[in-house]
């Protein structure tokens, strides 16, 4: 079998390996976890390569299923169901998951869809499940590093709804779901992973 174009992103490979050394301690030892955006495919067939004990769900927006698609048909392993379509602002699986990842999604998203995303996980995240999101955030209001600074203006020159998000207003928006911040890891170029739990 000739290997397919595929799309990919150079950030996934190189911040891969640090968010599975985090993974391998927030995640629960079984279950099922949806991951929310996983474009390009690169961190889910990564990650349910190394933690097989995991079953593992695709989702993104419309636009990027055929490629996501193709990753998992040619690199996936048996641990891994096919895509689903996922707009955190529409219909979600009507499923309980048992842990749900994202990355670099936050800050891509408008803060209205930073809401529904809480607000769907709080739906479909069991209790007890963990949350773990990855991305550059926000301190107190303020950027914990000069690039993340020149990050969020480049976002909000492609759209004004884009930005960094502050750790404090997440811990809000997840609060009103019951899903409380856990832990913070600092994790290589200014970025962090976020475990939440659904209490």
């Known amino acids: 079998m000739n290997q397919p174009d595929l799309p990919f992103a150079p950030a996934c490979e190189r911040n891969k390996q640090p968010i599975l050394d985090v993974l391998r301690e927030a995640l629960p030892a079984r279950g099922l976890v949806l991951e929310i955006g996983s474009a390009t495919g690169q961190h889910i067939v990564y990650f349910a390569s190394h933690l097989q004990q995991l079953t593992w769900q695709p989702s993104d927006q419309q636009e990027y299923l055929p490629g996501l698609t193709a990753r998992i048909q040619y690199e996936g ?12 602002t529409q219909t979600w699986p009507d499923q309980m998951f048992d842990a749900v990842y994202s990355a670099n ?29 990855y991305g550059p955030f926000n301190e107190n209001g303020e950027f914990t590093a000069d690039s993340n600074r020149a990050f969020d203006q480049q976002l909000r020159s492609r759209d004004p709804a884009m930005g960094i998000r502050d750790v404090r207003q997440l811990e809000t928006q997840a609060a009103q779901q019951h899903i409380h911040l856990r832990q913070r890891h600092k994790l290589p170029a200014n970025n962090q992973l976020l475990v939440f739990r659904h209490d």
Request: aromatic residues 8%; charged residues 15%.
């Open 105 to 133: 999604t936050a800050h891509i998203m408008s803060w209205d869809a930073v809401c529904a995303m809480f607000a769907g996980i709080g739906r479909c995240l069991r209790q007890g499940g963990v949350f773990c999101l």
């Open 77 to 88: 392993g048996e641990n891994i169901r096919p895509p689903i379509e996922l707009d955190v």
